[in-house]
């Protein structure tokens, strides 16, 4: 088979078939967690480096992908990376304790981290930019189906069968990804740049240290005292590699990307609010099961809602801010959010749960609505130069705020599980999602720092197409 045929045939099928993996793996084991943590003899409040050690090892090993696949070639580094996510996956489903659990999903982050940016990259290579918005549309409708699908299956596995099953259905998944890729993925390969190996290695492992410090914070495995200091450590290490990026030709992120305005207010935007947004999968499934005693089927449906919600206002987003401008949607739609997710705390055991049903709906439109603004107004104002290194940046802000989010809030439920005297369980999801949407309102001043103006470039040129 030809290059050019193989470049058309089925990529974008190779593709789509990557990001629903990943979008099904994100959301399918939020509503698994109370009945792996039965299983695996251990609390359903302290899982979450279950969920964090995946999306933390995404996001260190995403900036390496584009290099592995100038080195390999994109078939081969494609067919690697699916085959560690199945082989993940399949860790995963026979773990019998967390800590093997916990390792198992470190494999499959590292497959998680290449496969899509590698499929994404051969789409680049493969189509003329004139072909490659209808198939980068097609590419994206099994990652916005996934987060719909997820809990809901998630739910149905838990239930009717076990929680290995949320793991053991990727496997045929990624078979069917190896066989198309092995006859229909071409190997393009590109002229190797140097790698900067002490960066990658000075970044990584501060997000490992911060992460780790909050994480086992929150679990309790070891001392507070060593938990601080470990977090310590990361941004000891965080300083460690600005100090290294200053003086190094070609460092992973070069720091002077961050003199772009609306990019430094994206991604600082996109790191403080997040942590509320981050929060509300991992928050929602567990005060339903653990704090109200339902089922994992019914924790799944009641997330079904938000998905729908992002799902259906990405049709009006445009133009939303063409009639606000990214300022006023971005400080308004935080301030909603941050409102929402606080009103979580009103929830009640005796109540209906169909109450719950618009809010979440309501919560998935606005918070669709702000990610879009927020990727969008952080890469607008990138050149040529900049665009490769501020497009992997805000991949890996993205992935870290997911694991923040679910730290953070797991670190805030923990403090009050201990030192809320004679609070009950609910009280304390209650009080969680207080703070976490006082934090999320918070956030909102982040965005005043953008000028009514900005953005403009960017809604003139979406109206113009």
């Not at 990001?19 to 939020?30: E, G, H, S, V």
């Not at 994480?215 to 600005?242: C, K, R, W």
């Not at 089922?295 to 606000?324: E, F, H, N």
């Not at 993205?398 to 609910?426: D, K, P, R, W």
Request: charged fraction near 10%.
């Amino acid at each position: 088979m030809t290059q050019s045929a193989r470049s058309v045939a089925g990529l974008p099928w190779i593709a789509a078939t990557a990001f629903f993996m990943q979008a099904l793996d994100a959301t399918i084991l939020n509503t698994a967690i109370p009945a792996i943590a039965k299983s695996l003899d251990h609390s359903p409040l302290a899982m979450q480096s279950a969920i964090i050690s995946y999306t933390l090892t995404v996001a260190m090993l995403i900036p390496i992908s584009g290099w592995l696949a100038d080195r390999f070639g994109t078939r081969k580094v494609f067919i690697t990376s699916v085959s560690l996510f199945a082989l993940g996956s399949l860790l995963c489903a026979l773990s019998n304790s967390l800590i093997m659990l916990v390792s198992a999903r470190v494999i499959q982050g590292v497959g998680g981290a290449m496969m899509m940016p590698v499929a994404r990259l051969a789409l680049l290579r493969a189509y003329p930019r004139s072909e490659l918005l209808p198939v980068l549309n097609f590419v994206s409708i099994p990652g916005l189906v996934g987060p719909v699908v997820g809990p809901l299956l998630g739910g149905w596995l838990v239930t009717y069968a076990t929680w290995h099953w949320i793991f053991l259905i990727n496997i045929p998944i990624g078979l069917i990804g190896i066989f198309y890729a092995y006859h229909y993925m071409p190997n393009f390969t590109a002229p190797i740049r140097k790698f900067d190996i002490i960066g990658f290695l000075l970044f990584g492992l501060s997000l490992v240290m911060l992460l780790s410090g909050l994480t086992l914070f929150s679990e309790h495995i070891i001392s507070t005292e060593f938990s601080i200091l470990i977090f310590i450590v990361g941004i000891v290490l965080m300083l460690l590699y600005v100090g290294h990026a200053r003086k190094y030709v070609h460092p992973l992120f070069h720091l002077s990307i961050f003199k772009i305005r609306t990019f430094s207010i994206g991604i600082l935007g996109s790191i403080v609010s997040r942590l509320g947004t981050g929060c509300v999968p991992f928050l929602m499934p567990l005060m339903l099961q653990v704090g109200f005693g339902y089922s994992a089927l019914i924790a799944g449906c009641m997330m079904a809602p938000t998905a729908l919600g992002s799902l259906l206002v990405k049709s009006v987003v445009t133009q939303i801010l063409g009639k606000l401008g990214y300022r006023k949607t971005l400080i308004g739609v935080t301030i909603l959010i941050g409102i929402m997710i606080a009103q979580f705390s009103l929830q009640q055991a005796n109540e209906a749960l169909w109450i719950l049903l618009v809010p979440l709906f309501l919560l998935g439109m606005v918070m669709s609505t702000q990610f879009t603004a927020m990727n969008t107004i952080t890469l607008g104002d990138l050149t040529d130069k900049t665009a490769s290194s501020g497009n992997s940046l805000m991949a890996v802000t993205q992935q870290l705020s997911i694991s923040f989010g679910v730290a953070v809030s797991a670190t805030v439920l923990h403090a009050y599980e201990t030192f809320s005297s004679g609070g009950t369980m609910i009280n304390s999801f209650h009080y969680t999602f207080i703070t976490m949407g006082i934090i999320t309102l918070l956030s909102s001043l982040v965005f005043v720092m953008l000028k009514p103006e900005d953005g403009d470039n960017l809604i003139a040129k979406k109206h113009a197409k």
